[in-house]
């Protein structure tokens, strides 16, 4: 099939490249000029494993190209989708400014039936407000479809060629063939709905995946005063299959840009139809006090923070991806500089990304774990990279000034902390915490 795809995000690169692997003829939009440059130039603008490789494989056997103008690629094409970022306003409602310009370019450049798929994540409803946009100001023939992305960062390629399941939005059965015959080489779970309930069950899946994190994160806190450990009770809940074992991971809580703006979204949306959405506004509270945990950790080892050189390990969100977006090291790193501390820092691949974000001339950016740990009084581990568990923690503590470690995502086991001196906090784990304290030179 020949497909557009407007947008190349995260959702939409990924797509383009996983549909032209399957062998249909793609052709990625970005209204950003300098974007597609890099694309045609073999660069790609987000770290996502194994997406480089397969765009060169495709650019080369000429089924995937980039464009900055989307007249021509709309008019050659059986399928446009849209995949343009939905970001939050202020209010926590999608921003679809852009999904409407969108609308309003297909329909310009349309000449003969298309189908317009939509992946971007929107408020239920926003596909009958596409097919009104594009209906004003077309008269060629046209089906509008919704197929939520539920792809992985840092597993992205994964999830989308070896999907659970795939949902297709549709009130036409021409329209509904036509999808389904696309993803038929992906999976046989194929879901057929109306359209709103493709729209709601994109935020219903993400804000119950967020509930679970929450959930866990919640017991966590209780463990540590209880003295039960998390993971084996995360272990013991897992194996029931009406809970299952993913997303029971405690930490310091989740980020990216789906999870925080999905359930900001989605507690917006019952909002606007007069319903208040209280466990999700829960689930969102409990997710802003988790990160500032690691706060705490620090004041109970060190007290005041003021001078004191913290390390950070690890920046993204969640590992193998470079988004920073609402990751919990941002809040972390901004009240450790609020507390006057000096932040040395390190991330394999998301420190260009993070330095757009905060700077500070208290922040010292590091080139590797080891270097973050010289001369620290503490260093906290926020993202499980693994390069940060293959660490040496031996190493690690003979280059600090003072052996202090907070674990933030439960890396390390208790037969690793045994064979160092570490004062050793971790989350819902109070068997294995080690309390440090410094002498009081009197």
Not at 204 to 220: D, G, M, P, R, V
Not at 422 to 439: A, D, I, Q
Request: net charge negative; aromatic share 8%.
């Amino acid at each position: 099939m020949k497909i557009t795809v407007i947008g190349t995000g995260y959702v939409g690169l990924v797509s383009g490249v996983c549909f032209a692997e399957l062998g249909n003829e793609v052709v990625c939009v970005d209204k950003i000029k300098a974007k597609i440059e890099s694309l045609n130039r073999g660069e790609v603008p987000i770290y996502e494993p194994g997406l480089e490789e397969l765009i060169a494989k495709n650019t080369k056997e000429g089924r995937l190209s980039f464009s900055d103008n989307l007249t021509a690629p709309v008019e050659n094409s059986e399928i446009i989708i849209i995949a343009v970022g939905t970001p939050p306003l202020p209010n926590g409602e999608a921003d679809l400014q852009y999904v409407d310009q969108v609308a309003r370019d297909i329909a310009l450049a349309m000449n003969g039936y298309k189908v317009v798929m939509t992946k971007s994540t929107v408020p239920v409803g926003t596909n009958e407000r596409i097919k009104g946009i594009i209906s004003e100001l077309t008269t060629h023939p046209f089906d509008v479809v919704s197929v939520p992305e539920f792809l992985r960062e840092g597993s992205a390629i994964k999830d989308t060629l070896n999907p659970d399941r795939i949902i297709i939005g549709s009130d036409s059965p021409k329209a509904q063939e036509q999808i389904t015959l696309l993803h038929k080489p992906l999976t046989d779970n194929i879901i057929i709905t109306d359209i709103r309930s493709a729209e709601m069950i994109k935020y219903a899946s993400n804000a119950f995946l967020a509930t679970k994190i929450s959930f866990i994160n919640e017991i966590a806190n209780i463990c540590e005063k209880v003295g039960a450990d998390v993971t084996k009770v995360a272990i013991g809940m897992g194996y029931d299959k009406r809970i299952g074992s993913s997303f029971l991971q405690a930490g310091i809580g989740y980020g990216g840009s789906c999870f925080p703006k999905d359930t900001g979204a989605l507690i917006q949306i019952a909002g606007n139809v007069n319903y208040e959405f209280k466990l999700l506004k829960a689930v969102v509270d409990v997710n802003t006090d988790q990160r500032f945990n690691v706060i705490a950790k620090l004041k109970e080892s060190l007290g005041d923070l003021k001078d004191r050189t913290i390390g950070i390990w690890g920046l993204a969100f969640k590992p193998n991806t470079d988004d920073i977006r609402d990751a919990p090291a941002i809040d972390i790193v901004e009240a450790l500089v609020a507390a006057g501390a000096r932040i040395r820092v390190y991330d394999p691949i998301a420190m260009p990304n993070f330095k757009r974000v905060v700077q500070h001339a208290s922040i010292e950016w590091c080139d590797e774990p080891y270097e973050v740990a010289t001369g620290c009084d503490a260093v906290c581990l926020l993202t499980e990279w693994d390069e940060f568990k293959n660490v040496d923690l031996i190493q690690a503590e003979a280059l600090m000034k003072q052996p202090i470690l907070i674990d933030g995502r439960n890396v390390f086991s208790k037969e690793q902390i045994e064979k160092t001196n570490f004062s050793y906090y971790s989350v819902g784990r109070p068997s294995m915490t080690r309390h440090y304290r410094e002498p009081v030179n009197n």
